[in-house]
């Protein structure tokens, strides 16, 4: 009877021992599979906010009218507001240039005004831009009147509140004053604007 207990004992301690080998130590527990943390987008300095500056260059006027056209300085005020949208700003704003271009004798090109869109694409610090919009051209000795222009620019900031830049505008006007006359006039301008 001693002898069956101890061969039953031994027999229960080799079934009992694989089973309970390493229980004793926890099982290994797998790493949790984190995703990595996006990092924000840098898109540059924020154009969001109003701006206002000043602006000179050089205009030439053309018209379908012989002997009506001519070239000289131009320039005046700007001021708008921008909004930043990451990549892309978009804005709206006016222009005032005042202008001393004489086309004949009896007429000179005094001022331009204009009611303007933009829409531009950031680069680091700069903004390549499209713009258009409404153009008023006053000439003494043939009155005033409204047109369109186009055109496209570059701005880059130089500071937290200031920015320098050149624009290139197309300005029509047909039948200039409910006349026969078309008027085309081409400005190329450097600009800079304080940014509040």
């Known amino acids: 009877m001693k ?4 061969v039953l004992a031994a027999t229960s301690a ?7 080998a390493g229980s004793l130590e926890p099982a290994p527990q797998e790493q949790p599979v984190t995703a990595p943390v996006p990092q924000p987008v840098n898109y540059g300095p924020d154009w969001t906010g109003f701006y206002a500056g000043g602006q000179l260059g050089y205009g030439n006027v053309e018209t379908n009218a012989p002997g009506l056209d001519g070239d000289g300085a131009i320039g005046g005020l700007t001021f708008g507001y ?3 949208l990451g990549n892309w700003v978009v804005g709206a704003g006016m222009d005032y240039d005042f202008a001393d271009i004489s086309l004949s004798p009896a007429n000179t090109l005094e001022n331009v005004y204009r009611v303007k869109l933009r829409s531009g694409y950031k680069v680091g ?3 390549i831009y499209g713009t258009g ?7 003494s000795g043939a009155g005033d009147d409204d047109g369109y222009f186009v055109g496209a620019g570059y701005e880059h900031l130089v500071g937290e509140n200031l920015s320098v830049g050149g624009e290139v505008l197309y300005h ?14 081409t400005t190329v301008q450097v600009r800079g604007t304080f940014r509040f």
């Open 82 to 84: 921008d909004y930043d």
């Open 14 to 20: 080799l079934v009992a021992g694989p089973a309970l």
């Open 133 to 139: 919009g409404y153009a008023n051209a006053d000439v």
């Open 172 to 185: 029509e006007f047909d039948n200039f004053n409910s006349t026969t006359t078309d008027v085309e006039a």
């Open 125 to 127: 610090d700069g903004l």
């Open 3 to 6: 002898r069956t207990l101890t």
